[in-house]
Antibody, heavy 126, light 110 residues
């Protein structure tokens, strides 16, 4: 059973950089054809996709965050990371990492998050 | 404002059937498959339905998904108190390109 665990600072000041790491256990981050993704959720609100990364380092980002976000993968540590620059209070949210199944068939793109971390709260406040 | 439109709430009594809709467009639901997630308070989302109508191992067959054109639905039959949660639809959107989530539907068991 694959497990994911987010880690990183829980409190940031405006304009600082958010850095989170997701550690994967129960399976290798390089096995199979999975993508690895970040999703966030402000308190009392819905889910927002941040982006995804493949084991090769190939990325896709949400256009609304693209100018501030970057992701990386550290295969030797079985981890992947999120960096979000110039944070504001609007970036306060629970951040989840998740494994992604992604393939194309006669129905189009099949993209779904099959395993999730428990989430970590990041608060941006002066 | 989410690109995928869900009703904000739905409710039913134990044993009833509840249906949640998810409306999109050609570039998202109309062209790709839909998944559904259940999120209980204070917990991470859990995959409920993938590829429109497939259930992961361990998900009760009371949950079913369907898709027609640019819309999808999640049905919960034999509603139970443990089904009280928020439900989100999601799909790949070719125009982003990336993932779009619905705004979520809060299901209440009366």
């Amino acid at each position: 059973q694959v497990q994911l665990q987010e880690s990183g600072p829980g409190l940031l000041k405006p304009s600082q950089t958010l850095s989170l790491t997701c550690t994967v256990s129960g399976g290798s981050i390089t096995s199979g054809t999975y993508y690895w993704s970040w999703v966030r959720q402000p308190a009392g609100k819905g889910l927002e996709w941040i982006g995804r990364i493949y084991k090769t380092g190939s990325t896709n980002y949400n256009p609304s965050l693209k100018s501030r976000v970057s992701m990386s993968v550290e295969t030797s540590k079985n981890q992947f990371s999120l960096r979000l620059d110039s944070v504001t209070a609007a970036d306060t949210a629970v951040y989840y990492c998740a494994r992604v199944v992604f393939h194309n068939d006669f129905q189009g793109y099949n993209h779904y998050f099959d395993f999730w971390g428990q989430g970590t709260l990041v608060t941006v406040s002066s | 404002q989410s690109v995928l439109t869900q009703p904000p709430s739905a409710s039913g009594t134990p044993g009833q059937r509840v249906t949640i809709s998810c409306s999109g467009s050609h570039s998202n639901i109309g062209s790709n498959t839909v998944d559904w997630y259940q999120q209980r308070p204070g917990t991470a989302p859990k995959l409920l339905i993938f590829s429109n109508d497939q259930r992961p191992s361990g998900v009760p067959d009371r949950f079913s998904g369907s898709k027609s054109g640019a819309s999808a639905s999640l049905a919960i039959s034999g509603l139970q108190s443990e089904d009280e949660a928020d439900y989100y639809c999601a799909t790949w959107d070719d125009s982003l390109p990336g993932v779009e989530f619905g705004g979520g539907t809060k299901v209440t068991v009366l």
